[in-house]
């Protein structure tokens, strides 16, 4: 049944990629480039769905896991050259190895303590990079993936590489958690969730399973990360502020943390909602203080009105509602 | 004058713990509640307290009701509730828990006056007055847990089940503490247990639960006597 | 030599403001259980009360009970008409673990973004009232000055009337009690939600003199941007942790414990260490001792 689900989602998300793709030929260069962030922001927030709606265990620190992977993939670029799609693998297993042992701390922690280490984490792991020269200080390293191919055409921009590239990583770890999820380990994760003890007595190894949640989460946070800094062109400890780890936990919350399929709605957001904060900031006039302010503002509003109102997201209030429709009807 | 409970009925989400469920406590009276476990003792206590809420019925003590208000303003109408368990805050001193029962009364004078007369019911805590309260054995657990409640300068005290776990002779020497508070203080005691012959022995009037239901209700000694009782809960 | 008394001095001063924030963080914690990641936002806002006292009213002996006052108000504020709602909301459901931390995080977002929206992301002064030029002994200039032996006494001075208060007083009695057992404490009539609610505030007004006391021990201006609360929000945490989250004494001795510790490693390893120290301390603090230096056992184990 689940499966089943997945697969639908797939398909509409595949239906939504190729829409996107025609899109990407008729839109501005602007436009692009948030579609390719979107992409990001997708597996990104994927990636903490998996981790606190499937396993329950919170994590306020994805964006460590992020620097990860862009600095691993950075320094193989750099430094040894390494082919992008390598660099790419690269990241993934790296991040994946910081999360196995993030996530053996965090099997032995419960909510507050497990959100404040990944909270420590996160502010103090960036700073690292001032540490080892190889990883340059404040000012980064650059991270190219280099110019599209030229059997692409003449007028294939690089935002637009960007965008396939980033797309093409979605969908691809869009389709692999979704299998995960639907198979025994997404539901061990699931029955560790709502009953600990209990799934301990069903014969499931919750600790085990939680340390393969983390680890598979910061896998895909470790591409997000690597993602992420090619779309920057640099990677930065600035690039990987508290506040992205706050807004990937914020668009993981507006998606609804019990589903994946609501994943674009967070994704959607993070990038949009600078945009019309801009135009509410122009519409009312309103002073520069503000207008700065104006996004920070309605992530956050955004972020307490869905935790109060729509706890479990739009996709699952969705279905409630309608299955207590159909409930209705058959009575 | 007296606590007067009408068609009780209580539910814990779908279950229907108390159903109900009509019985009258007179003032000065020990009244035994007994019934097996989870008969629905606990939630109907509970619920005159104002921890639980209840789905219809009424209850009054002394012409309040109980079942719209909150616990910290029951217990002000001298209403005072012993929970299951040895109810009370291992964290805290003896002497601390003890000023917990008189928090929320104005006269200081009195609440010592009260903690005296307690400390003499009760010599062993008087004894242990600044230990911590998990340094104390169960049955002293049990005193300093009614202690706690006597604080509160009740008129009328509930119980829930303050046999449970403790040794034959302690349960002999609490109720027997029970059956003279209630003599001496003219206290009125609404007693929940599951040991039916002990509870019997010291209470005027008796209602057996079952199932959330009154199965029988009576005076202490009728109960005793009737064949049913005996055969379902006092095993002989 | 002087170096390493300059280092432990700095260090226990650093300490006595975390154990502030630490101590708010324990506040919370014990009043509704839950981990208030908006503290140090708290903290900034009373600071910018501080601040608007100062610059009206101009001292500093105004400006603090100032903060205070605003920080208690804002945390009553916040605990009656936000939290109170959202644990009666997200008591049950699938992430209802998760909602109240993603809830705070949320509360830190909103503070942030109108605290900059107010006063502006430029950096603004609070001048302390006294030097906070190092004592010289000698030819050695000592790095404890006027300013930091204050902040030490006043630390000391609130810790001791914030734990009279505890142990000595009915409200003290009233506020343990419906931390340790909230339904014992009904049942003995203690209004247990006007006790939350006060738990809230004693912790805002605690955190705002952190955040006064953050401010002028660094190099006495501040914005919303500014390091010294990101510190704050992490060190009052992790001091709050290696206290064992509920107890007071524990917050404290957490603080100095962290204070030391930074300070330490600042000095002799690197200051590139500044914000990772921090952390790999709560890691070691979790897996050797999992309740704290004082603290209940199988607190934070599932
Ligand atoms: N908090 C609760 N949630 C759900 N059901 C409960 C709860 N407390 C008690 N019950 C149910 O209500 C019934 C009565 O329980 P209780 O009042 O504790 O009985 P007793 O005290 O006589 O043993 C039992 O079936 C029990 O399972
Ligand atoms: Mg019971």
């Known amino acids: 049944m689940h499966r089943l689900k997945s697969s639908n989602n797939l398909i509409y998300f595949f239906v939504f990629g190729f829409i996107l793709f025609l899109a990407s030929n008729r839109v501005d260069e602007l436009r692009v480039y948030q579609g390719a962030s979107i992409a990001v922001f997708v597996i990104a927030i994927a990636s903490i769905i998996l981790l606190t709606g499937y396993s329950g265990q919170v994590s306020l620190g994805h964006g460590a896991l992020l620097a990860i992977g862009a600095y691993s993939a950075a320094v193989a670029r750099n430094e040894f050259n390494v082919p992008v799609v390598v660099c790419f693998f690269i990241a993934v297993l790296s991040s994946a190895l910081g999360g196995v042992l993030l996530g053996a701390a965090a099997a032995r922690l419960t909510g507050p303590y497990l959100a404040g280490v990944t909270l420590a984490l996160a502010i103090g792991l960036p700073s690292l990079a001032n540490q080892f020269p190889i990883l340059g200080g404040e000012q980064g390293l650059i991270f190219d993936v280099?110019?599209?191919?030229?059997?692409?055409?003449?007028?294939?921009t690089q935002y637009k590489w960007f965008f396939w590239i980033s797309s093409l990583a979605a969908l691809i770890s869009m389709w692999l958690l979704s299998n995960i999820l639907g198979s025994r380990y997404g539901r061990n994760w699931r029955a560790g969730r709502s009953n600990e003890v209990a799934a301990q007595l069903a014969g499931i190894n919750t600790g085990r399973s939680k340390i393969l949640a983390f680890t598979i989460s910061a896998g895909v946070a470790g591409l997000a990360g690597a993602l992420l800094s090619m779309t920057i062109g640099t990677v930065s400890p600035s690039a990987f502020p508290l506040a992205l780890s706050f807004s990937l936990l914020t668009g993981a919350v507006l998606s609804g943390v019990t589903t994946l399929s609501g994943v674009m709605i967070g994704a959607v957001t993070l990038v949009a909602i600078p945009e019309i904060a801009d135009v509410i900031a122009n519409r009312?006039?309103?002073?520069?203080?503000?207008t700065t302010n104006l996004p920070g503002l309605m992530v956050s509003t955004l972020l307490i009105i869905t935790v109060l109102f729509v706890p479990h997201g739009p996709v699952e209030q969705h279905r409630s509602r309608k299955a207590k429709k159909l409930v209705q009807k058959k009575n | 004058m007296s606590l007067e409970v009408?068609?009780?009925?209580?539910?814990?989400?779908?279950?229907?713990?108390?159903?109900?469920?009509?019985?009258?406590?007179?003032?000065?009276?020990?009244?035994?509640?007994?019934?097996?476990?989870?008969?629905?003792?606990?939630?109907?206590?509970?619920?005159?307290?104002?921890?639980?809420?209840?789905?219809?019925?009424?209850?009054?003590?002394?012409?309040?009701?109980?079942?719209?208000?909150?616990?910290?303003?029951?217990?002000?109408?001298?209403?005072?509730?012993?929970?299951?368990?040895?109810?009370?805050?291992?964290?805290?001193t003896v002497n601390e828990n003890l000023e917990l029962g008189a928090i929320w009364r104005k006269n200081k004078k009195e609440s010592v006056a009260s903690k005296s007369e307690i400390t003499s019911i009760f010599p062993r805590l008087g004894e242990r007055l600044n230990q911590r309260a998990d340094t104390l054995s169960g049955g002293e657990r049990q005193m300093l847990a009614i202690g706690r409640a006597l604080m509160s300068k009740p008129e009328i005290l509930l119980l829930d089940e303050p046999s449970l776990g403790l040794a034959p002779l302690v349960v002999e020497q609490i109720f027997q503490t029970i059956r003279d508070l209630t003599t001496s203080m003219g206290l009125t005691v609404v007693l929940v247990e599951q040991n039916a012959m002990g509870a019997l022995k010291i209470a005027d009037s008796g209602v057996v639960l079952n199932l959330g239901k009154v199965a029988v209700s009576g005076s202490a000694t009728s109960l005793i006597a009737d064949p049913q009782v005996r055969a379902a809960y006092l095993g002989y | 030599m002087i170096q390493f008394i300059n280092t432990l001095l700095i260090g226990i001063t650093a300490g006595s403001i975390y154990s502030l924030m630490a101590i708010a963080i324990v506040l919370v914690w014990r009043s509704t259980r839950v981990i208030n990641f908006a503290q140090a936002g708290m903290a900034l806002l009373s600071t910018y009360f501080g601040y608007e006292a100062m610059v009206h009213l101009n001292s500093f002996w105004i400006a603090l009970p100032v903060a205070m006052a605003g920080g208690a108000a804002v945390a009553a504020f916040i605990e009656l008409v936000f939290m109170r709602f959202l644990l009666k909301r997200s008591a049950h459901g699938a992430i209802s673990g998760v909602a109240p931390i993603i809830a705070t995080l949320g509360l830190l977002g909103v503070i942030r973004a109108l605290t900059s929206s107010i006063w502006g992301g430029q950096d603004v002064r609070i001048v302390g009232p006294v030097s906070n030029v190092g004592y010289s002994i000698g030819a050695n200039t000592l790095a404890f000055s006027p300013l930091k032996l204050l902040i030490l006494v006043t630390v000391i001075v609130l810790v001791l009337l914030l734990s009279l208060l505890f142990q000595k007083s009915s409200i003290g009695l009233s506020l343990r009690a419906s931390a340790f057992s909230p339904e014992i404490a009904r049942l003995s009539g203690i209004r247990v939600d006007a006790v939350r609610t006060l738990g809230w505030s004693l912790a805002g007004a605690s955190g705002a003199v952190a955040g006064m006391f953050q401010t002028v021990n660094g190099n006495g201006s501040f914005s919303p941007d500014s390091i010294e609360f990101s510190l704050l929000l992490v060190s009052g945490f992790i001091a709050a942790v290696i206290g064992g989250l509920d107890s007071l004494i524990g917050a404290v001795i957490g603080g100095l414990v962290l204070g030391l510790v930074i300070s330490f490693v600042l000095m002799y390893i690197s200051s590139s260490l500044f914000f990772i120290a921090p952390f790999v301390i709560l890691l070691i603090v979790l897996f050797l001792r999992p309740q704290g230096i004082i603290g209940a056992k199988a607190a934070r184990r599932a």
């Open chain 1, 146 to 156: 280099g110019f599209p191919p030229l059997s692409l055409g003449e007028e294939f």
């Open chain 1, 284 to 290: 009312i006039g309103a002073s520069e203080r503000i």
């Open chain 2, 6 to 92: 009408s068609q009780l009925t209580i539910h814990h989400g779908a279950i229907c713990a108390v159903n109900d469920v009509s019985f009258t406590v007179k003032q000065g009276e020990l009244v035994a509640v007994i019934g097996s476990n989870g008969a629905g003792k606990t939630t109907l206590l509970r619920t005159l307290s104002g921890l639980n809420k209840a789905t219809r019925g009424s209850a009054t003590w002394k012409g309040h009701n109980l079942l719209h208000s909150k616990p910290e303003l029951i217990v002000r109408h001298g209403v005072s509730h012993v929970s299951e368990g040895k109810a009370v805050i291992p964290e805290l």
